[in-house]
């Protein structure tokens, strides 16, 4: 399973971005690999509108099936709840995205149920 966190950096030792459409990068972790990548959020990082569907497209043609960020905004997390992409909540987390997978699979992060986020532009 590829599990993404949004971060600051592209690597696991990246510091975590609680944006989601407008995170510096996703750092995927391959839990069958056991292997680490990462891809920039360029495209959206200074979108007008509609980063937060721009990034849920582009997270979902990656292969992710868990996404850990900090906020989503509801059209964000109408493509992801679509793309059946679970999104867990970073809460106050302010660690590396090696940090956060940690948290994920030791069962410390909540899920996220509904959109948390209603405008996260700079």
């Given at each position: 399973?590829?599990?993404?966190?949004?971060?600051?950096?592209?690597?696991?030792?990246a510091?975590?971005d609680?944006r989601?459409g407008?995170?510096?990068?996703?750092?995927?972790?391959?839990?069958?690999?056991?292997?680490?990548?990462?891809?920039?959020?360029?495209?959206?990082?200074?979108?007008?509108?509609?980063?937060?569907?721009q990034?849920?497209?582009?997270?979902?043609?990656?292969g992710?099936?868990?996404l850990?960020?900090?906020?989503?905004?509801?059209?964000?997390?109408?493509?992801l709840?679509?793309?059946?992409i679970?999104m867990?909540?970073?809460?106050?987390?302010?660690?590396?995205a090696?940090?956060a997978?940690a948290?994920?699979?030791?069962?410390?992060?909540?899920?996220?149920?509904?959109?948390?986020a209603?405008d996260?532009?700079?």
């Amino acid at each position: 399973m590829k599990i993404a966190i949004t971060a600051h950096g592209e690597d696991r030792q990246a510091t975590v971005d609680s944006r989601f459409g407008r995170a510096d990068y996703f750092v995927l972790y391959d839990e069958e690999k056991d292997a680490w990548t990462a891809l920039p959020n360029t495209q959206n990082l200074e979108a007008a509108h509609g980063a937060g569907i721009q990034a849920g497209q582009t997270l979902a043609k990656t292969g992710a099936r868990v996404l850990i960020t900090g906020h989503v905004g509801p059209k964000a997390f109408k493509v992801l709840q679509a793309e059946q992409i679970a999104m867990y909540s970073l809460g106050e987390m302010n660690g590396t995205a090696a940090e956060a997978l940690a948290a994920f699979q030791s069962g410390k992060l909540t899920a996220i149920a509904v959109p948390n986020a209603l405008d996260m532009k700079k």
